[in-house]
């Protein structure tokens, strides 16, 4: 009874979250301009649309151009500040690693209309780096968390026999630390790059409409009316996440990436 009872929940579970995707999936696929599903028609003429029509390529453009760059700017923030209170240890440093959570702990409204004000102060407003900045200081809990699990996971032993060959704290880091923590560096730019993509609120707010990403175009294409280019988006959303977590599921150690493993083991 016990088993079944799972067996009905994980059911459902999987199900509310299938359902959605299934049925976007399929009005992206209608023929004509219409929200149908099932479609009405099959037909892949919306999916080049996003490249071929430049209100949406630009927009594509801008959202690759700022996930890359939020993903690079949040690692070059996470990296030294984990490494940092790692190292060296400060009995302050619980305080400091959970200053770096705060930013991801705040509403991203919050976030958004702060960085708006910061960038109006200077005369700055509207520009893709603005958006690149504020997308890799919100997201940059992400690969500060990772990052410092994967501090965690070395064993103090291979530091200590590093020291004992004669190698120096940069040494030890280039040739130790370093290629330990590259998984886990690359599991946290991943996760910056596919949430930025999808980010809306502070690229809405600090874009201020000269600069359109793609969830902003998507929700300004919603109050001008219905095309299934909206739909043919969302999956491409959807790809991008299950392409880049899949190849981290598949070439690196999930549990390992999630924290499940521990020097005692």
């Known amino acids: 009874m016990v088993r079944l009872a799972k067996g009905v929940f994980l059911t459902l579970f999987f199900a509310m979250f299938t359902v959605p995707l299934v049925i976007v999936a399929g009005i992206s696929l209608n023929e004509k301009k219409y929200m149908f599903f099932p479609p009405q028609g099959v037909s892949l003429r919306w999916y080049p649309e996003v490249f071929e029509k430049s209100v949406w390529l630009d927009a594509l453009t801008n959202s690759v151009v700022i996930a890359l760059s939020a993903g690079a700017i949040a690692i070059a923030i996470a990296l030294p500040t984990a490494y940092f209170l790692w190292r060296h240890g400060f009995a302050y440093a619980k305080a400091l690693f959970a200053i770096g959570l705060v930013p991801f702990a ?33 997201l940059v809990t992400l690969p500060l968390v990772m990052i410092s699990l994967g501090l965690e996971s070395i064993d103090d032993e291979l530091l200590e026999a590093a020291r004992t060959m004669g ?60 095309t299934p280019v909206i739909a043919s988006v969302s999956v491409m959303f959807i790809l991008l996440a299950v392409v880049v977590f899949g190849l981290i599921a598949r070439f690196g150690d999930l549990p390992k990436l999630l924290g499940a493993w521990t020097p005692k083991d």
């Open 106 to 138: 705040l509403p991203p409204v919050i976030t958004g209309l702060g960085m708006l004000i910061f960038w109006v102060a200077f005369g700055h407003v509207g520009r893709i780096e603005n958006i690149a900045i504020g997308h890799g200081v919100f």
């Open 167 to 226: 190698a120096d704290d940069r040494r030890i880091f280039t040739t130790v630390v370093l290629p330990m923590i590259a998984p886990y560096m690359i599991a946290g730019y991943a996760f910056v790059l596919v949430l930025s993509m999808n980010e809306y609120i502070i690229a809405f707010f600090l874009g201020q409409h000269a600069t359109i990403t793609l969830p902003v175009q998507v929700l300004a294409s919603l109050r001008s009316g219905y």
